[in-house]
C-alpha cells in the first residue's frame, strides 16, 4: 500500500519550516527550527530530528512516511547537496540528502528553494496545467524557477534559474552579495527596494514620512506602508522597481516563451503597486510576438506553505 504521507522541508538562511503533508496537499504537522543555531550541520540534523519525530509518531509512525524532500539555498537536486551557500552558517559542500536519509530512514531529496517553491505553485498552485511557466521569488533576494515542457530546468550540473543574477544595470551598477554588480536582485528584492529608498531620499529634496525613519533602517515595509499612505516618493519607488522587473521579464520571455511569470514573496504583498508597473514596463518591452501573450499572476500559495509543499512534492516521486 502507498504510503499517505511524505516530509517538506524549507530551509531558509535564518529559520527552517516544515510540515509533513498528505496526498491531497494539505500540511497537517507543522513546526520551525531556527538554521543559524548550530554550528555544526549534524547537529542542525540532528534537531531537525528530535523536533519532527514527535509529529512523526502522530501520523503512525515513519513507516507512514513515503520520503522526505528539502528546498535550501544553494541545494543541487543532482548531488542532493548543499554547495557554497553564502548565508548558510556551514560552508563548503554539504551532503544534506544523504544526511537527512541516514538520520530518518527513508529516502530523501533536495533541491534549492526558489525551484521547492516552483514545484509547489505547479503541483497546487496558480501554475497547475502549466507547462511552460517562470517562478520569481522576491524575498530577501530574488530567486526562480523555470518551468518548460512541464520540466523543471536545472542545467547541467544542477544550478540552473539564477536569473536574480542576470545584470540589469551594465555600468555603475550596486555591488551584489554574489561578487557581481548590477545584478536583478540588488534593485528588485526588498532589500533593493530599501536601497533605492535610501538613494532617492539622498538625492531629493521633497517631503516624505520616510524621512521620518532613519535612513539605515528603513525596510521595504515601510515604503510599502508610506505607499499605501500615498506618500509620492514611496510610490515612486515601487514604479522604478516595477519598472525594473518588467525590462527583466521581457528579456526572460524571449528565452523560454512562458505561458505565465508567476511572483512570489514578500513584495508580492505590494499587490498592484508593483504589480501595475511591472505589466507596463513588460508590455513596453516585450518582442511583439509576445504582447498580451504572458500572464502575469501573484503566487495562489500562502507564502509560509509554498517552499514547504514543493519539498514534498519531490518527496512523492521517490521511490522507496
Request: contains cysteine; aromatic residues 8%.
Amino acid at each position: 500500500m502507498e504510503k499517505p504521507y511524505v516530509i517538506g522541508i524549507d530551509m531558509g538562511g535564518t529559520n527552517t519550516s516544515f510540515g509533513i503533508i498528505d496526498t491531497r496537499g494539505e500540511v497537517i504537522r507543522r513546526g520551525a527550527i531556527k538554521t543559524q543555531k548550530f554550528a555544526e550541520a549534524d547537529q542542525y540534523i540532528e534537531e531537525l530530528h528530535a523536533t519532527l519525530e514527535p509529529l512523526i509518531e502522530e501520523v503512525g509512525g515513519i513507516d507512514k512516511i513515503k520520503g522526505i524532500g528539502m528546498g535550501a539555498p544553494n541545494g543541487n537536486f543532482y548531488t542532493g547537496n548543499v554547495e557554497f551557500a553564502p548565508n548558510l552558517p556551514w560552508k563548503g559542500v554539504i551532503p544534506f540528502a544523504e544526511m537527512l536519509h541516514t538520520t530518518f530512514g527513508v529516502s530523501a531529496a533536495l533541491t534549492n528553494d526558489a525551484n521547492a517553491a516552483a514545484i509547489g505553485e505547479m503541483t497546487y498552485g496558480a501554475a497547475r496545467g502549466m507547462k511552460d511557466f517562470i517562478m520569481i521569488t522576491l524575498g530577501t533576494g530574488v530567486g526562480s524557477g523555470i518551468v518548460i515542457n512541464g520540466q523543471l530546468v536545472y542545467g547541467h550540473d544542477g544550478f540552473a534559474g539564477e536569473l536574480g543574477h542576470t545584470t540589469i544595470v551594465r555600468n555603475n551598477g550596486r555591488q551584489c552579495g554574489c561578487g557581481k554588480t548590477g545584478c536583478l536582485e540588488t534593485y528588485t528584492s526588498a532589500t533593493g527596494v530599501a536601497r533605492t529608498a535610501r538613494e532617492m531620499l539622498e538625492m531629493r529634496k521633497d517631503d516624505s514620512i520616510l524621512r521620518n525613519i532613519p535612513l539605515e533602517s528603513i525596510t521595504s515595509k515601510d515604503v510599502f506602508d508610506a505607499a499605501m499612505a500615498g506618500d509620492i516618493i514611496a510610490k515612486e519607488i515601487f514604479e522604478y522597481t516595477g519598472r525594473v522587473l518588467g525590462e527583466a521579464f521581457a528579456d526572460f520571455i524571449a528565452f523560454s516563451a512562458p505561458e505565465a511569470i508567476i511572483i512570489f514573496g514578500g513584495l508580492a504583498k505590494a499587490g498592484n503597486l508593483i504589480m501595475n508597473p511591472i505589466r507596463e514596463s513588460m508590455e513596453k518591452n516585450v518582442l511583439p510576438i509576445w504582447k498580451g501573450k504572458v500572464k502575469l499572476l501573484f503566487s495562489a500559495l500562502n507564502e509560509a506553505d509554498a517552499a514547504i509543499l514543493g519539498a514534498s512534492a519531490l518527496a512523492w516521486e521517490l521511490k522507496n
